[in-house]
């Protein structure tokens, strides 16, 4: 058995939706894009509107990007003065450093969270 790169958010979300449509069996979807059902079902569980609920929180890894949309959902929450860094840093599987730096990034635009 081979280890494979979990797939990106953005992929995820995709293949979500999709499966959503009931256009396609599981095993039609699983086959195309190579995932097991389990895997399926438990993005299809935790997806709650948001691209972050797609996240693998058993898979943390100091390389992780963020897509654009996640960057700015956590910016934005935490301006809220509702969340904590460390609050947003466990809800969303990322660092306090990454937060703060995308926040002081942050100038009104979703191009200035930009790597």
Not at 4 to 26: A, G
Not at 62 to 67: L, N
Not at 83 to 89: A, N, P, Q, R
């Amino acid at each position: 058995m081979y280890n494979r790169q979990p797939y990106d958010l953005d992929t995820r979300l995709k293949i979500v939706l999709l499966y959503r449509t009931k256009k396609y069996t599981i095993k039609d979807i699983c086959g195309i894009y190579g995932i097991s059902m389990a895997s399926l079902m438990r993005w299809n569980r935790n997806y709650n509107g948001t691209e972050s609920s797609l996240m693998d929180k058993t898979r943390i890894s100091k390389f992780r990007t963020y897509s654009l949309n996640t960057r700015l959902e956590v910016v934005l929450l935490y301006r809220t003065g509702k969340y904590t860094l460390k609050e947003l840093s466990i809800r969303y599987g990322c660092c306090v450093g990454s937060i703060s730096r995308w926040n002081k990034k942050y100038d009104g635009t979703k191009n200035s969270l930009l790597d």
